[in-house]
């Protein structure tokens, strides 16, 4: 069964930084693509970035959203079987719930929420 589990959301003032972990199973993680989408109150759901599949050479291309390009580095560790989301910059209109997922399976995990207050 694939699994996809998120953590590392929280609170974080403006100008902060956070960093989510999604840790995959049930499936070989180094063979996919991964993406991080998101949900903001009231909205449908935002594509943030992607990570392609990587090599021992070759540590997978990425691509971001228009808003966070510049501000949010995606990355991947095939070992641990994990994703990454490094938050630079937050800011109010980042606070949503973020989702990893598997386009192959077109499943994702169960979301973590992140807030951008003072």
């Known amino acids: 069964e694939v699994q996809l589990v998120e953590s590392g959301g929280g609170l974080v003032q403006p100008g902060g930084s956070l960093r989510l972990s999604c840790v995959a199973s049930?499936?070989?993680?180094?063979?996919?693509?991964m993406k991080w989408v998101r949900q903001a109150p009231g909205k449908g759901l935002e594509w943030v970035s992607t990570?392609?599949?990587?090599?021992?050479?070759?540590?997978?291309?990425?691509r971001y959203g228009d808003s966070v390009k510049g501000r949010f580095t995606i990355s991947r560790d095939n070992a641990k079987n994990t994703l990454y989301l490094q938050m630079n910059g937050l800011k109010s209109e980042d606070t949503a719930v973020y989702y990893c997922?598997?386009?192959?399976?077109?499943?994702r995990g169960q979301g973590t929420q992140v807030t951008v207050s003072s």
């Open positions: 049930g499936f070989t993680f180094s063979n996919y693509d």
């Open positions: 990570i392609s599949t990587s090599s021992a050479t070759s540590s997978g291309s990425t």
């Open positions: 997922t598997v386009p192959h399976y077109g499943v």
